[in-house]
């Protein structure tokens, strides 16, 4: 699409009152639905081609949560567009006082390459649900699956409602110029940082979703046999290509070996004794970053794993003997290399991960419940779960995001819909009568009716 246009569409989306009424929203979400499974075999292959997604991982982890969050807000646009009743103070009286959700206007959303339909499709799904127009953004990275949901776009919306642009980082450029009403970002912090300068130039409300070095905390009390295994799942999932992924082990000094044992039984059972030539084991996304994710290995302590093959570009689900010093603990991974580290305590656990950047998540192995309660109230990070990896960010009833480095704002389901929704807060002021208290001039009799009743 020529710049030209996209400008048109922009203000056309701007003028556009379509989706005002929240049977319009439902209208164009159970037709996105629909497409959307006419569509999964295309949907499907795209992501095959891009990161080479088995159908069941690629469905699990994309297609089937953007069908589950449009489920979800279809059953529930009418509840949340409900304009709220309020009771109104006494001095406030003859009145009604009423907030109403208001979409923004026009939203633009930037979405990664790892789930490249998922992270376009669920904060769109969003921002529909609350009546804005949509500027959908997606990664030149995953070029495939971009094709594909600007198809399923076109053919579901009309271009002054939702408008697909592909592109790099000149078109990033470009559409941060723009005078938008909402940004929803996702994607790396470097790029968040430039998003957010852009939006404060025009004081654009934006929301921010990153990642970080998101910590795996096992302690002595751990069930290890499980714990590695949900482990090696969230881990490995999109070879380890996951703003989510357990990005290291910190695990209590004496279950070390224990862990590190399960930990390899774990990767055989789940990715065969033979990962680069299972089919169903994603690849990285390009060379550039398979290049990055090879020289944490080269320079780090391998214990498990480590070959490469960069025709496919895959790498093995490797293990690293890790310490904070080293390079590999110095930035997030984004790849399929899991560095181990050791606590004796866990109050040393807590205030290292609290020294740390703030991570996206955090992951706590425990069967102690006060050792549970005091890392979830004591560490600082976006989301996480007790007992499991990355199963949080899969439901639409919990609230989705990140804490200062890792982000800012969330959103899924109902908190969904209220980050793209400005409440108004509305006094409805009857004219039958004028409380004469509060205008001047001003006298004893109406100093005590304002103290009486304001305080």
């Known amino acids: 699409m020529e710049r030209e246009e996209i400008l048109k569409c922009i203000e056309k989306q701007k003028s556009n009152l379509a989706f005002l009424d929240y049977k319009n929203r439902i209208k164009a979400l159970k037709k ?24 069941t991982e690629a469905y699990t982890s994309e297609v089937g949560m953007v069908l589950c969050e449009i489920s979800y807000m279809i059953k529930h646009i009418k509840r949340f567009s409900r304009v709220k009743k309020y009771r109104s103070d006494v001095f406030q009286l003859p009145a009604k006082s009423k907030v109403v959700p208001c979409p923004y206007g026009c939203v633009l959303v930037m979405s990664p390459w790892n789930y490249p339909f998922m992270l376009s499709l669920d904060p769109m799904v ?19 699956t ?6 399923l776009i076109e053919r579901t919306f009309e271009k002054d409602q939702v408008i697909v642009v592909k592109g ?7 559409l941060l110029e723009q005078d938008f009403d909402y940004i929803f970002y996702t994607g790396s912090t470097d790029v968040g940082k430039i998003v957010m300068q852009k939006a404060a130039e025009k004081f654009t409300p934006i929301t921010l979703e990153m990642g970080g070095k998101s910590p795996c905390i096992v302690d002595s009390t751990a069930n290890i046999p499980l714990a590695a295994k949900r482990i090696i799942f969230g881990k490995f999932l999109n070879c380890g290509q996951t703003c989510v992924a357990p990005d290291f082990i910190y695990c209590e000094k004496s279950v070390k070996a224990q862990l ?49 093959d960069e025709n496919l570009m895959k790498i093995e689900p490797t293990l690293l003997d890790s310490h904070f010093d080293s390079r590999e603990m110095k930035c ?27 991570p996206l998540a955090l992951y706590f192995f ?33 609230p989705f995001g990140g804490l200062k480095q890792s982000g800012m704002g969330a959103y899924h389901g109902k908190t969904g819909f209220e980050t793209f929704t400005h409440y108004k807060s ?22 005590k009716l304002i103290k009486f009743f304001m305080k």
């Open 332 to 358: 997030e991974m984004f790849g399929p290399v899991l560095p181990i580290v050791t606590f004796d305590s866990l109050d040393e656990a807590i205030a290292k991960v609290n020294s740390m950047s703030t």
């Open 168 to 174: 790099g980082r000149e078109e990033n450029s470009f």
């Open 426 to 447: 509305i006094i409805d002021k009857k004219t039958w009568f004028d409380m004469p208290t509060r205008y001047q001039p001003y006298d004893d009799k109406k100093d």
């Open 366 to 398: 425990s069967s102690d419940k006060k050792n549970q309660e005091k890392v979830t109230t004591t560490c600082r990070f976006g989301g996480g779960c007790i007992n499991d990896t990355i199963m949080h960010i899969a439901s639409s009833r919990l």
């Open 32 to 55: 996105l639905y629909a497409n959307i499974k006419l569509m999964q075999g295309e949907i499907l292959a795209a992501l095959k081609a891009d990161l080479n997604k088995s159908e």
């Open 126 to 144: 969003d921002a529909i649900a609350s009546g804005n127009r949509v500027v959908l953004k997606p990664s030149r990275y995953s070029h495939n």
């Open 260 to 308: 590190v044992e399960e930990l390899k039984k774990q990767i055989v059972a789940q990715y065969t004794s033979q990962p680069l030539t299972n089919d169903s084991y994603p690849k990285i996304i390009n060379k550039k970053h398979f290049d990055k994710v090879s020289r944490y290995i080269d320079e780090g302590n391998v214990i498990y794993g480590g070959k490469r």
């Open 146 to 151: 971009s094709c594909v949901i600007e198809k």
